[in-house]
T-cell receptor
Framework: QKEVEQDPGPLSVPEGAIVSLNCTYS??????FMWYRQYSRKGPELLMY??SSGNKEDGRFTAQVDKSSKYISLFIRDSQPSDSATYLC?????????WGAGTKLIIKP | KAGVTQTPRYLIKTRGQQVTLSCSPI?????VSWYQQTPGQGLQFLFE???????NKGNFPGRFSGRQFSNSRSEMNVSTLELGDSALYLC????????????FGPGTRLTVL
């Protein structure tokens, strides 16, 4: 079992929909969690960085961590075709990041 | 401020050869991490260098090695290439240990024939 599990998708939704992307993790020692967005032929870029449990909002993006269920989520409101990309979750463990497989998101105009 | 740059962007090698990839971090960043990304395994951590010292290492065989120079530029070497080494190799830099300020380069696409 991988330490961070993520459904690879693809996930296809219509423009304007609310998108929910999710990951689960197994190591209760993880405290920092990240969401990255990766466009084709590009490196990942950091979207959200959260510590412990709770919500964090940045524009149309909300990151949520539930440590009791070891579940992390990224919500995208008013989704746009430009949001089409692969979204990767990651958990920080000491000096390295443990990554999910990435979910390919397609926003249909 | 210039971003993380990686050279070359694309590389084709044959089995048994060796390859060296280069990464120039953002100016002022002292940490450079290397990752391998494949469709099957996703992103996997190779190693991290900080101020010319390897600070952390992932679970890759000894064929994968790296180094960092005094100007923080880093190189990664893979010897005796195998077909399974075909991947996107990503480099990321950060100032210290703040992953909320880690920036990735565009990657080097390595194909092993």
């Amino acid at each position: 079992q991988k330490e961070v599990e993520q459904d690879p998708g693809p996930l296809s939704v219509p423009e304007g929909a609310i998108v929910s992307l999710n990951c689960t993790y197994s190591n209760s020692a993880f405290q920092y969690f990240m969401w990255y967005r990766q466009y084709s032929r590009k490196g990942p870029e950091l979207l959200m960085y959260t510590y412990s449990s709770g919500n964090k909002e940045d524009g149309r993006f909300t990151a949520q961590v539930d440590k009791s269920s070891k579940y992390i989520s990224l919500f995208i409101r008013d989704s746009q075709p430009s949001d089409s990309a692969t979204y990767l979750c990651a958990a920080q463990s000491n000096y390295q990041l443990i990554w999910g497989a990435g979910t390919k998101l397609i926003i249909k105009p | 401020k210039a971003g993380v740059t990686q050279t070359p962007r694309y590389l084709i090698k044959t089995r048994g050869q060796q390859v060296t990839l280069s990464c120039s971090p953002i100016s002022g960043h002292r940490s450079v991490s290397w990752y391998q990304q494949t469709p099957g395994q996703g992103l996997q951590f190779l190693f991290e260098y900080f101020s010319e010292t390897q600070r952390n290492k992932g679970n890759f065989p000894g064929r994968f090695s790296g180094r960092q120079f005094s100007n923080s530029r880093s190189e990664m070497n893979v010897s005796t290439l195998e077909l399974g080494d075909s991947a996107l190799y990503l480099c990321a830099s950060m100032l210290g240990a703040a992953y909320n300020e880690q920036f990735f380069g565009p990657g080097t696409r390595l194909t092993v024939l």
